[in-house]
């Protein structure tokens, strides 16, 4: 059971949609953070949440915590092919856990 | 370079053999994490070292796998006896100390491990 479960896990949309991920967990989290992960590369970290109910935006990303500090949004306005990839989420526990432990991934395809 | 440096990006072996992947994290980088991705998944966590203090070793899947790290620069993933489900991506990532801030990991692009 993954402690950091993302929905969906697969999406494909054509350029112009606009699409909304989910990362959700029953364990209360001291910050969230959202990566996104090319083919062949590693993980670029996007944005760090910390506290309840931040919302934070960049550019076309919008990026919620919520007030539990349980569960994040991603919602991307007008998608892109350059969009595409596999976003993350990762949640760290505590508040001097060291361990990041990451969600699945939502792999995202946006089609031109 | 200035990033994450991860060797060898690619690695074939025959199951039963051992295989040592390499990472040199960003100079002044205290922290360093290993994790595996299998493929079109998610991250798991394998260990982590931070400065001189004992590593988090609670993600290591069995006693076939190990890891050294040398002061606060280079480290070593160790697979002994690999098996097929050992194939995946093994990314590492480091970061600065920043105590209980959720700071930036910054990762390697990876080395791909193949056991066939």
């Known amino acids: 059971t993954q402690l950091l479960e993302q929905s969906p896990q697969f999406l494909s949309i054509q350029e112009g949609e606009n699409l909304t991920v989910y990362c959700n967990s029953s364990?209360?989290?001291?910050?969230l953070q959202w990566y996104r992960q090319e083919p062949g590369e590693g993980p670029v970290l996007l944005v760090t949440?910390?506290?309840?109910?931040e919302v934070k935006k960049l550019k076309r990303l919008t990026f919620q915590f919520g007030d539990a500090r349980k569960d994040s949004s991603l919602h991307i306005t007008a998608a892109q092919p350059g969009d595409t990839g596999l976003y993350l989420c990762a949640g760290k526990r505590g508040e001097y856990g060291n361990k990041l432990v990451f969600g699945a991934g939502t792999i995202l395809r946006v089609k031109s | 370079g200035a990033g994450v440096s991860q060797s060898p990006s690619n690695k074939v072996t025959e199951k039963g053999k051992d295989v040592e992947l390499r990472c040199d994290p960003i100079s002044g980088h205290t922290a360093l994490y290993w994790y595996r991705q299998r493929l079109g998944q998610g991250l798991e966590f394998l260990i982590y070292?931070?400065?001189?203090?004992?590593p988090d070793k609670s993600g290591l899947p069995s006693d076939r796998f190990s890891a050294e790290r040398t002061g606060e620069s280079v480290s070593t993933l160790t697979i002994q006896r690999t098996q097929q489900e050992d194939s995946a991506v093994y990314l590492c990532?480091?970061?600065?100390w920043g105590g209980g801030a959720p700071g930036e990991l910054f990762f390697g692009e990876g080395s791909r491990l193949t056991v066939l």
């Open positions: 070292f931070q400065g001189n203090s004992a």
């Open positions: 949440v910390v506290t309840g109910g």
């Open positions: 990532a480091s970061r600065p």
């Open positions: 364990s209360v989290f001291s910050s």
